[in-house]
């Protein structure tokens, strides 16, 4: 019965694209029989900012033929980068939405403008648009505003006959965006086109009807992809920094043009930057869950710099299901809600009660992260529960990955989460609970934390039902490691010291059960991912439902310092030949 329905709903889901872009070609094949109404547009009012970071050294490496996009960096040997051959998709979709023109605008150097200028009218000359991923309504949607954010840089001495050509191919692109947004674009690539659409509306002349019309389809998408706690449908923290660097700069060209910028935005931006901020550790790195990857420090000083509410970070996301636990220099984030549905699930995680813990400025316990750019094999492994700083039960995740028109969509996983926190005298205390397990194996998994108020413990608690009708079932409580963190076993495998770059040495055991090290590889680092370690306590779910954990710190260099010297001082005052 459950294969059943898991095969209906990806049918349905299917279907149901299928039936969008259906439509989206009706309206497109309407609109080319029926051209009367489109907004014309002769000039170019305003260019909104781009908040993205840019370095003036990647516009040599671009104007020497070096494009460095997405991870990957290709040599184009004198070619235009437009015909060689795409390392990756990712790639692919970066070239074709102009995010590199950044770089060449931070430069400003005549070189750097009359070579944007060149592969700009490369693109439009040669109709490089009809490119299969130039054609994907996100991609477009980015190439529109990179094309108005950097339009100073590509018409700065140029000629009429060019500026003619850009202004028409942006509107024109506008259009296309526009006939898009009536198929199949979901999730956030919707917001995304409706974001662009916009910006053409307000900096384009003639255009006041289509932005009226765009400002509500806007405002009621925002409404429903913007949960109430702040979070994105897709649970995604990676999604709400990518639509706050551009809802950022939409209200203040609203703002510029001497127009109010829709309320649903300024409520958006208010209440995603307080939700953003509780994935973030002391290190001002963001937790890694639902498709997080590295977080860019420096779009993260650019978002804190438009932060004008200073809010603090919001402990409990209820809509969004993610906990923080804050005490002394510890963090814990935790990830306690049901996997998102459809197109919003596309990088989702099976990570169901998985956490991360750090102190101070150190990461201790990690999940991998996700793999943005690696084989497909790679990125779903990422999504997989053994990623997770979680249990898994038989080496299988907690949600089911469905291929659906190509994409890889979580369509079965825990259904039932529930969760609940209070404060007492020990600390804080949280418990969460979900239902992943219950189809394949019948049973639930439950997790207790509890952080001492003076953030030197965690404890932890993870408990199993017990299974129907199974005599033995094999679980594993991982706990992945940071790379910085350097551990290793004591008393046999029955514990392990974990010693952090500060000098600090925290200890972990599991209830007496065995602690081994096995390999791991962190897919968030700055450079690239990295091995690293993980603590792996195997146990039966039905012979030990129930296994207890804890994570204490022993004391920091300033404190063992301290306590060597009390020693020598007590030793010294005992016997009083001894020098002090």
Known sequence: MNGWSERGSLARAAIGRAARRTRGQVAGAKRALWPFGRLRASRLLFAPHDLRTADPITASDIYAGYFALAGRTVNCHGESPFLVAAPSEAWAEAL??????????AADTAIARANARALVDEFIARRHDRDEIARRPAVIARRLMSFLSHSPLLLEGADHAFYERFIRHVAQTAERLQLALSGAVEGAARL?????????????????RRLRRYEIALSDELEQQILPDGGHLSRNPRILIDLLLDLLPLRETFTARGLEPPRSVIMGIDRMMPHLKLFRHGDGALALFNGMNATPP??????????????RPIEHAAYSGYDRLSAGTSIVVVEAGPPPRGANSIEAHAGCLSFELSTGSQRIVVNCGASRFGAPELKLAARATAAHST???????????????????????PADVRVARQDGEEGHEWVGSHDGY??????????????????????????????????????????HLHPNVKPSLIRDGEGALLALPSGEIWAFEASSLKVTLEESIFFAA?????????????????ATPQVSWRFARLGTPAQRKTRAEEARLEQAETEPDLPL
């Open 96 to 105: 074709h939405g102009f995010v590199w023109l950044r770089h060449l605008r």
């Open 192 to 208: 995304q086109c409706l974001i662009a659409i916009c910006f053409a509306a307000i900096c384009l002349d003639g255009q006041e």
């Open 298 to 311: 420096d779009l993260m000083a650019t978002l804190a710099a438009y932060d004008d509410v200073r809010a």
């Open 438 to 479: 219950r189809r394949t194996f019948g049973t639930v998994h439950t997790r207790r934390l509890l952080l001492a108020r003076n953030g030197n413990e965690l404890v932890g608690e993870d408990q199993l039902s017990r299974p129907a009708a199974l005599a033995s079932l094999p679980a594993a409580a991982r706990f």
């Open 526 to 542: 700055a450079d690239g991912r990295h091995k690293t370690a993980q603590l792996v306590v195997e146990f039966d779910a039905v």
């Open 391 to 413: 249990v898994t039960l038989d080496d299988r995740s907690s949600a089911v990955f469905g291929l659906v028109l190509g994409e890889r969509r979580i369509t079965a996983g």
